[in-house]
């Protein structure tokens, strides 16, 4: 845990008990806050007094008395409009923080030289990936590295901060909103495409909301930007013409210099001239295109932390993949099943249909502004899709003449139809894909729940045609 001192003695108004809000709530309390916990959602309060931490409401509170509200980031800031919170405290003029906010000012507080090393990464698509690949890659160089923010732990319990450690943080545009004066020695930028617009009101909001990871890089600090796509090629021009050292990186164009990957081969070019560093066949852990950006990504920023080429070449090739991102599940009678639960936009859905050439496809869930029109040219690899959640009677109009679809309602129905249409097509090639296209928020809490239950469900199944087999 990173204990919170700046508010020792002092009220906090905590709003917020999943996982970033408890995390802060325990770093306060670790550094002699006074903390006001609460959330609107019962079992969320249920959850946090399991935990023994005191419930206030803070909704019937004075809020003159409190030195900070610290925000979850999932809490509306601006869009659609300000949650209550938010505005009972600006209308005393009470700071609005999150705990990137905190973690950052608990590190600007140490002197210059004893400050860790901070990666931050963000973008629409693969900031998971990413941050876990650049994690790994430094463990196996024998770095001291811890990996949080947005991804497994929250930032405020990981391990306690000190010169010489490493610290990569997944950050979401939502917790990009909350921090003022985070300092990332190396900030990544990965990708934009829209998503969250319910939140950022737009294109513009959303991108400056992303910008966000630069504003407080200074000397010495690397930008590392993806420029497949027009809003990172600007960023990219802009940060350079502004003298800042910056690396594009690219899956599929030739550049003049930075770290791109061709032909499923990643070349460094960060000098200049083009030298061979990997071919990701020997990357098992990162299939398809989009991985191979993520790749070329997290060489550039270890190439600017001062790993050697062998060193990460090295990490890109043993790094086993994450969990629920085109995660292989197993293989029953001849039928491939892979999780793909991370996918909660259509943009995702891509990166896993452009995979494999016969899809038995599990989507829905909760829409996301755009549907699934983008999808349109994978269409003809999806032998059959499983609808599920809020989305289902939307997404199978889209697919309408398009390809088989079904209306399943729920993960299990949809699991065991999809065996059963895989089996009987005899494809070699037959994979059972969960890549929903949709947030889960609809039938589960995440999307971790939603991939763990696709995976329970796979393994009941092979135990069951296990059994059927030896009867």
């Known amino acids: 845990m990173i204990p ?29 806050a006074n903390v006001h916990a609460w959330d609107d ?19 019937a509170r004075d809020w003159r008395g409190f030195a900070a509200l610290v925000l979850s980031p999932g809490v509306p800031l601006t869009h659609p409009r300000p ?8 209308a005393v003029g009470v700071p609005i923080v999150g705990d990137i906010e905190l973690f950052a000012r608990a590190v600007n507080a140490l002197p210059a030289h004893g400050r860790p090393k901070i990666v931050g990464v963000t973008g629409t698509n693969g900031k998971s990936t990413t941050t876990a690949l650049i994690g790994h890659i430094l463990k196996s160089a024998g770095r001291d590295v811890r990996v949080g923010g947005n991804i497994g732990t929250g930032v405020l319990d990981l391990e306690p901060l000190h010169a010489g450690a490493y610290y990569v943080l997944e950050l979401s545009s939502y917790q990009l909103d909350l921090e003022e004066s985070l300092r990332c020695t190396v900030a990544v930028f990965l990708n934009l495409t829209p998503d969250h617009l319910d939140r950022h009101g737009d294109m513009a909001g959303y991108l400056a909301a992303k910008r966000r990871i630069f504003r407080n890089q200074g000397a010495g600090d690397w930008a590392v930007v993806g420029v497949d796509d027009a809003w990172g090629a600007q960023i990219c021009t802009e940060l350079t013409s502004g003298a800042r050292q910056a690396a594009p990186i690219s899956a599929g164009q030739a550049l003049s210099r930075g770290v791109a990957t061709l032909g499923g ?13 990997l071919d990701m066949r020997e990357a098992a852990g990162l299939p398809g295109r989009h991985n191979a950006q993520n790749a070329a990504a997290a060489y550039a920023a270890c190439r600017a932390l001062g790993l050697t080429t062998r060193e990460i070449a090295a990490g890109i090739a ?15 009678e001849g039928v491939r099943f892979i999780n793909d639960s991370k996918a909660t936009n259509a943009d995702a859905t891509a990166q896993a249909l452009a995979v ?11 829409a996301k502004d755009g549907g699934i029109e983008a999808l349109a040219k994978f269409f003809p690899r999806i032998a059959k899709a499983y609808l599920i959640g809020e989305a289902a ?13 079904v209306q399943c309602a729920t993960m299990d129905k949809a699991v065991t139809q999809a065996f059963k249409d895989a089996r009987a097509s005899k494809d070699k090639d037959a994979v059972v894909l969960l ?18 239950h696709f995976k329970n469900l796979v393994q009941a199944l092979g135990e069951v045609v296990s059994q059927r087999a030896s009867a």
């Open 4 to 32: 919170i001192t700046e508010y020792a003695g002092r009220d906090v108004a905590v709003f917020g008990l999943a996982r970033s809000g408890l995390s802060a709530v325990r770093a306060l309390l670790a550094g002699g």
């Open 41 to 59: 959602n019962e079992a969320a309060r249920a959850n946090a007094e399991k935990e023994g931490i005191v419930l206030s409401d803070i909704n």
């Open 83 to 90: 949650h209550r919170v938010v505005e009972l405290a600006r």
């Open 265 to 277: 081969r990643l070349y460094d070019a960060l000098q200049g001239r083009a030298e061979l560093v």
């Open 318 to 332: 043993s790094f086993p993949g994450l969990e629920h991102r085109l995660e292989r599940v197993g293989e029953i």
């Open 356 to 366: 494999y050439d016969r899809v038995y496809w599990i989507a829905g869930g909760k």
């Open 393 to 405: 009677p939307k997404l199978a109009l889209t697919l309408a003449g398009q390809a088989p679809a």
């Open 435 to 452: 890549s929903p296209a949709c947030a889960s928020f609809d039938q589960y809490k995440d999307f971790e729940a939603r991939g763990a």
